[in-house]
């Protein structure tokens, strides 16, 4: 069973649509974060979301993390060729004896257009 | 300021054959977790190191083991090398329990033949 659920998984759009990502679980976390991973590289670390109902903006990109704390949303405004990449989202939970373990959803490979 | 570095960035290796892969935290980090990566997957959770001790541990046999040193960098080692091994094997560090998030190094890819 995965514990974050993410979709879609894949996304091809054209430059200039929005588009949203969508990661779920029936768990609540610490803190919710989204990374973007380019091909061979690793993953980057976009943003964290710590608070039920937080909202960040990081240009283009809106993110949004649930009042339950179980689920987040990314949503790109008119989309740019510099935007493809895999995106992942990651829910950090305790895992006990003090220590936090970061789960990832599948990912959403997305394809913008040009 | 360098942030994770990991060593070798490719590596070919035989059914059965032993492997060592190394990682160098972002300084000021204290905590390294390891993670496998099948193409077109998320990451999946190997085990996480915290104090020159496995902290916590994922879903991975025992072929799979690892070592952290006292200025933080840490190795990961897979035994009895299987073809399903192959994979892109990521070191992230983090401190003050991740809460800020990890930061991950560019992986090495491990291709067993």
């Known amino acids: 069973t995965q514990l974050l659920e993410q979709s879609p998984q894949f996304l091809s759009i054209q430059e200039g649509e929005n588009l949203t990502v969508y990661c779920n679980s029936s768990s609540v976390f610490s803190s919710l974060q989204w990374y973007r991973q380019e091909p061979g590289e690793g993953p980057v670390l976009l943003v964290t979301?710590?608070?039920?109902?937080e909202v960040k903006k990081l240009k283009r990109l809106t993110f949004q993390f649930g009042d339950a704390r179980k689920d987040s949303s990314l949503h790109i405004t008119a989309a740019q060729p510099g935007d493809t990449g895999l995106y992942l989202c990651?829910?950090?939970?305790?895992?006990?004896?003090?220590?936090?373990?970061?789960?990832f959803g599948k990912g959403t490979k997305l394809s913008v257009i040009p | 300021d360098a942030g994770v570095t990991q060593s070798p960035t490719h590596l070919i290796k035989t059914r059965g054959q032993q492997v060592t892969l190394r990682c160098s935290p972002k300084s000021g980090h204290d905590t390294v977790s390891w993670y496998q990566q099948a193409l077109g997957q998320g990451p999946q959770f190997i085990f996480q190191y915290y104090e020159e001790e496995e902290r916590q541990r994922g879903n991975f046999p025992d072929r799979f083991s690892g070592h952290q040193f006292p200025n933080y960098s840490s190795e990961l080692n897979v035994n009895a090398l299987l073809l399903g091994d192959s994979a892109l094997y990521l070191c992230?560090?983090?401190?003050?329990?991740?809460?800020?998030?990890?930061?991950f190094g560019s992986g090495t890819r491990l291709t067993v033949v």
């Open positions: 992230a560090s983090s401190r003050d329990r991740g809460i800020e998030g990890y930061t």
């Open positions: 979301v710590v608070t039920g109902g």
């Open positions: 990651a829910g950090l939970k305790y895992s006990g004896a003090g220590s936090y373990q970061l789960t």
